[in-house]
T-cell receptor
């Protein structure tokens, strides 16, 4: 079983819909949680990052972490055709009291999202 | 454009061969990371270098090796290639040694096809 599970979709929604993307994980040592967006034939780009449980909002995007359930989510409000991409969750460990990590990101499989006009 | 460059864009080779993938990090970035992306395994961390030194290793095969040169560019060497090595190989770079707030910027990738 993979350390990080993500439904690959594909997910198809109409423009303006609220999109919910989710990942579950098994390693309780993961402390840092990220969402990357990958357009076709491009490298992943960081969308948002969060530390520990709670919510973080950035424009139309909200990242949510529930460490007790080992579950993270990304919500996209008022989705646009330009949001069509693969969304990857990524996680990293907390290696010490200083809160450092190596940057050995563990990624989910990615969810393919299409927003149609 | 992330500022990370990778060459070549595409590589087609035969089983048993050896190839070298090249990565130039963003200006000022000291860390370079290599990842492999395949349909069945997803995006997987291979190895990280910081300022010329190996810093972290993932599930990198013994047939694969990497290095970071004094000018901070990095090369990933893949030898005795097998069909299963066909994948997208990404390089990423970051300013520091890695970590939560040390954003990794990914290059456009090299698509390797082993026939």
């Amino acid at each position: 079983q993979k350390e990080v599970e993500q439904d690959p979709g594909p997910l198809s929604v109409p423009e303006g819909a609220i999109v919910s993307l989710n990942c579950t994980y098994s390693n309780s040592a993961f402390q840092y949680f990220m969402w990357y967006r990958q357009y076709s034939r491009k490298g992943p780009e960081l969308l948002m990052y969060t530390y520990s449980s709670g919510n973080k909002e950035d424009g139309r995007f909200t990242a949510q972490v529930d460490k007790s359930s080992k579950y993270i989510s990304l919500f996209i409000r008022d989705s646009q055709p330009s949001d069509s991409a693969t969304y990857l969750c990524a996680m990293d460990l907390n290696l010490g009291a200083g809160g450092t990590s190596y940057g050995k990101l563990t990624f989910g499989q990615g969810t393919i999202l299409t927003v149609h006009p | 454009d992330s500022g990370v460059t990778q060459t070549p864009k595409h590589l087609i080779t035969a089983t048993g061969q050896r190839v070298t993938l090249r990565c130039s990090p963003r200006s000022g970035d000291l860390s370079v990371y290599w990842y492999q992306q395949s349909l069945d395994q997803g995006l997987q961390f291979l190895i990280q270098y910081y300022n010329g030194e190996e810093r972290a290793k993932g599930n990198i095969l013994e047939r694969f090796s990497a290095q970071q040169f004094p000018d901070l560019h990095s090369e990933l060497n893949l030898s005795s290639l097998e069909l299963g090595d066909s994948a997208l190989y990404f390089c990423a770079s970051s300013i520091r040694t890695g970590g939560f707030t040390d954003t990794q910027y990914f290059g456009p990738g090299t698509r390797l096809t082993v026939l």
